[in-house]
T-cell receptor
Framework: AQSVSQHNHHVILSEAASLELGCNYS??????LFWYVQYPGQHLQLLLK??????LVKGIKGFEAEFIKSKFSFNLRKPSVQWSDTAEYFC??????????????FGKGTKLSVIP | DTGVSQDPRHKITKRGQNVTFRCDPI?????LYWYRQTLGQGPEFLTY????????KSRLLSDRFSAERPKGSFSTLEIQRTEQGDSAMYLC?????????????FGSGTRLTVV
């Protein structure tokens, strides 16, 4: 079974600091990768996704993520965080091997607190 | 269309009671998913519908759980004989196939508390 590990449970940064959130997954086959964000009191929203092609993916609000297949990683980055980025961030993976599973497997999430 | 709607937003029930939740996906989305999220965890997959057909079920979906999508539009998730361990946020998501293009859109969830 797939699993997703997010290395940090809670990250605290000052505004303008750079952000990198780690995500590793266990599955060795073809995968689709996602980062979702959940702002306080809101529903999960898609930040960015990787399906194929350029391993450096750009998403909304200045976020980007890099897929490194050899490391089974899909880390999320932002060069300069803002207070409004305070939220919980979830990494998710979907098996795209053609075995027919449509489920996303999520990590436990990383809470980001940005201090003004 | 404002997105995926879930009703109710909150439900408090006594142990042993049955509960039913409703999900209205984005109207043109033919794929619908249910997930469960407990405190400190990411969402966990429960089940998947393509149109009215339930094509995938997780082992988490015990025989007390049943989901339907009778006309390929809205879906219901019923939990019979609720237990305290069922307390969680139940999330619905939908997509229009081709997740490469569209991704999954989540609703705000129904928070269930079993007392």
């Amino acid at each position: 079974a797939q699993s997703v590990s997010q290395h940090n449970h809670h990250v605290i940064l000052s505004e303008a600091a750079s952000l990198e959130l780690g995500c590793n997954y266990s599955y060795g086959g073809t995968v689709n990768l996602f980062w979702y964000v959940q702002y306080p009191g809101q529903h999960l929203q898609l930040l960015l996704k990787y399906f194929s092609g350029d391993p450096l993916v750009k998403g909304i609000k200045g976020f980007e993520a890099e897929f490194i297949k050899s490391k089974f990683s899909f880390n999320l980055r932002k060069p300069s965080v803002q207070w409004s980025d305070t939220a919980e961030y979830f990494c998710a993976v979907k098996d795209d091997s053609g075995a027919g599973s449509y489920q996303l497997t999520f990590g436990k999430g990383t809470k980001l607190s940005v201090i003004p | 269309d404002t997105g995926v709607s879930q009703d109710p937003r909150h439900k408090i029930t006594k142990r042993g009671q049955n509960v039913t939740f409703r999900c209205d996906p984005i109207s043109e989305h033919n794929r619908l998913y249910w997930y469960r999220q407990t405190l400190g965890q990411g969402p966990e997959f429960l089940t998947y519908f393509q149109n009215e057909a339930q094509l995938e079920k997780s082992r988490l979906l015990s025989d007390r759980f049943s989901a339907e999508r009778p006309k390929g539009s809205f879906s219901t998730l019923e939990i019979q004989r609720t237990e305290q361990g069922d307390s969680a946020m139940y999330l619905c998501a939908s997509s229009m196939g081709l997740e490469a293009n569209y991704g999954y859109t989540f609703g705000s969830g129904t928070r269930l508390t079993v007392v």
